[in-house]
């Protein structure tokens, strides 16, 4: 059973162990990769932003991951809560009954957990034993009572409340709103089937109550006459007696706030988004959020909750240490980089050149877009799309772009193309012509000025790619094929480029995701194909995966790194980049 240690320390290993691509793939079972963070996020040993930000770095994430969401849920309910206020102990909305049809006290057999329903059971159990309970063994023990039993959702949402170690008002109370139809379009059902899905086998309740179908169980549900208890009682074990809830903690090192704490003190009325320092002369140990003080008639202030010494108060150092590093050499710049330096004082910083970059195509077969209509288009001709896209990708990565269009199948006019760029240029990039086709001269044009270092990889798609040296100018040679092209820029370009701008960890960051498509056919080549999540974390495979198919990369989310010789098989294991991260 899970144990939490109430300290920071403890709160930031946990933190270092979230997996979110195995949360993503087994957050529903019990026994599942959760992230059991929810009591130090409601004590206020780690915030949300905190956790999202020391996931982020180690795994990015883009805004439909499943962690993003459970955390967004998260702070969505704090934001009701603010919004409403006591609001919240109320349903928001008519639920399938009328109120006065559910119980306002908990039956004694769930007190004490001797349903016979072993999910319910264990449930109460392991609630009394660690303060905590899975996700969905909540909804399931909040669906049983509240849908079964017909006991009021606030009074089981109490009753909850006070066992719970991770007990945040707003996502308990809300949960159990959302559980019981209040505080959402339709009620949270479950039957036995979905407990043997997601639960070990102790939990499993065959021949109970809940072991019917979601069509009888909504009819239980909507009717006002409580399930028959008795039923399921002869597979109870022995019950436990509840135990006691402490108004406060046994431990001597902890004491209840006293409410007169902060009567006859001076305090200082903050807004809960100001982050400026105490005001020099007040002597104040303590800040007090304004929602949480009342002006009286007489000018007097009445403080309506008790403040603890240090609370609200931003200490010095707590962000960065004197002589700590705050942006190491390498650091790209961005957004929350350039706010902490900021917040340092830093009106300046020094920061690498951008790279100069010479962009061409190559093709007599190349036409731009809006020199000729689709249907007068001459045999064979096709539009330059990568010129477009490689222009977009080069901008986005802080580039200085030199766009020398369309260079054609001409031998000398490849080479007068590339010694011109090179004169003013860090790197030139073309498109085409890397092949081993009659006309594709940018080879022998590039070792008549310089050297090519590399000409061909064992990628797919990306098999025509070229790396050399034209006089001081790199040389990078991308393929034709608009996916082609596409792909090995975002792989093998962009982490060049950054390099070449300073960076120091320029590789693209994967993870492991679960295959919801079979790959049958093995090649020799390394493949990167173009999948997308679907809703349930897992990937789904575009079904056209030719190197002339761009539309895959703008239906994808990512790639699947395959390694040479894989096959792939549904719920495989595979290595996913996304593209969020690619083009980042």
């Known amino acids: 059973m899970p144990s939490f240690e109430p300290t920071r320390p403890a709160a930031l290993a946990r933190l270092a162990t979230v997996q979110p691509g195995e949360y993503a793939r087994t957050r529903n079972a019990l026994d599942g990769a959760v992230t059991r963070l929810s009591p130090y996020l409601t004590h206020g040993l780690l915030s949300l932003p905190e956790v999202f930000a020391a996931v982020h770095v180690r795994h990015p994430l883009d805004a439909r991951h499943k962690l993003v969401f459970e955390l967004g849920w998260r702070a969505y309910y704090r934001h009701v809560w603010a919004h409403l206020g006591d609001g919240i102990q109320q349903s928001l909305h008519a639920g399938l009954l009328p109120e006065e049809a559910y119980q306002t006290g908990m039956p004694a057999d769930v007190l004490e957990a001797r349903t016979g329903v072993a999910a319910i ?7 009394y034993a660690t303060g905590y309970l899975h996700n969905h063994a909540r909804m399931w023990l909040a669906s049983y009572v509240v849908h ?25 109370h809300l949960s159990w709103q959302w559980v019981a139809g209040t505080g959402s379009s339709k009620p949270y059902l479950f039957n036995a089937d979905n407990v043997a899905k997601y639960a070990p086998a102790p939990w499993h309740s065959p021949g109970t109550v809940i072991d019917t179908s979601y069509e009888a169980l909504d009819r239980m549900a909507r009717s006002s006459t409580a399930a028959n208890p008795r039923l399921d009682h002869h597979r109870a074990e022995a019950g436990l007696p509840q135990p006691e809830v402490m108004v406060a903690p046994a431990d001597d090192r902890w004491s209840a706030p006293e409410p007169t704490a902060v009567a006859g003190r001076d305090v200082w ?10 005001p020099q002369g007040m002597g104040a140990d303590a800040v007090v959020m304004q929602e949480d003080c009342v002006v009286q008639d007489d000018g007097r202030v009445r403080v309506q909750t008790a403040a603890q010494p240090g609370q609200w108060i931003r200490r010095s150092g707590e962000d960065v240490m004197r002589g700590a590093v705050v942006l190491p050499q390498g650091t790209r710049l961005n957004p929350a980089a350039l706010g902490l330096a900021a917040s340092i004082g830093m009106a300046q910083l020094p920061v690498a050149r951008r790279p100069r970059v010479a962009l061409f195509s190559t093709g007599d077969e190349l036409v731009m877009p809006g020199q000729v209509a689709p249907q007068d288009m001459a045999p064979g001709a096709i539009y330059n799309s990568n010129r477009f896209f490689l222009k977009a990708l080069l901008t986005r990565l802080g580039c200085e772009v030199s766009d020398l269009g369309i260079v054609p199948d001409d031998r000398a006019a490849t080479v007068q193309a590339l010694r011109e760029a090179a004169h003013t240029h860090d790197l030139i ?38 790396h050399g040296r034209v006089l ?38 994967s993870r492991s995701c679960r295959a919801d498509f079979s ?22 495979l575009f079904a056209n995966q030719s190197s002339g198919v761009l539309t895959s990369a703008v239906w994808g989310d990512g790639l699947v790194d395959n390694p040479p010789g894989q096959t792939i098989a549904p719920g495989d294991a595979v290595r996913f980049i996304s593209f969020a991260e690619l083009l980042a």
């Open 269 to 278: 009325l903050l807004h809960p988004w100001s982050l400026g320092a105490t």
């Open 519 to 540: 790959w049958p056919r093995a090649d020799k080549r390394r493949e990167f194909l173009r999948v997308r999540l679907n809703a349930d974390g897992d990937l789904e």
């Open 429 to 466: 990039l073309t498109s085409g012509g890397v092949s081993v086709g009659e006309e594709d001269h940018i080879k022998p044009a590039v070792q008549s000025l310089g050297s090519l270092d590399l000409w061909q990889i064992a990628i797919k798609p990306g098999k025509p790619f070229a």
């Open 121 to 127: 059971d264990l449930a109460v159990r392991e609630l």
């Open 472 to 509: 001081d100018a790199h040389f990078i040679g991308l393929p034709g094929n608009p996916v082609s092209s596409y792909v090995t820029f975002l792989l093998l370009v962009r982490p060049f480029l950054l390099k070449l701008q300073g960076m120091s960890n320029s590789a693209p960051a």
């Open 148 to 172: 079964l039993r017909k006991v009021h959702w606030h009074t089981a949402a109490q009753w909850m409340l006070a066992h719970l170690l991770d007990g945040d008002v707003a996502s308990n």
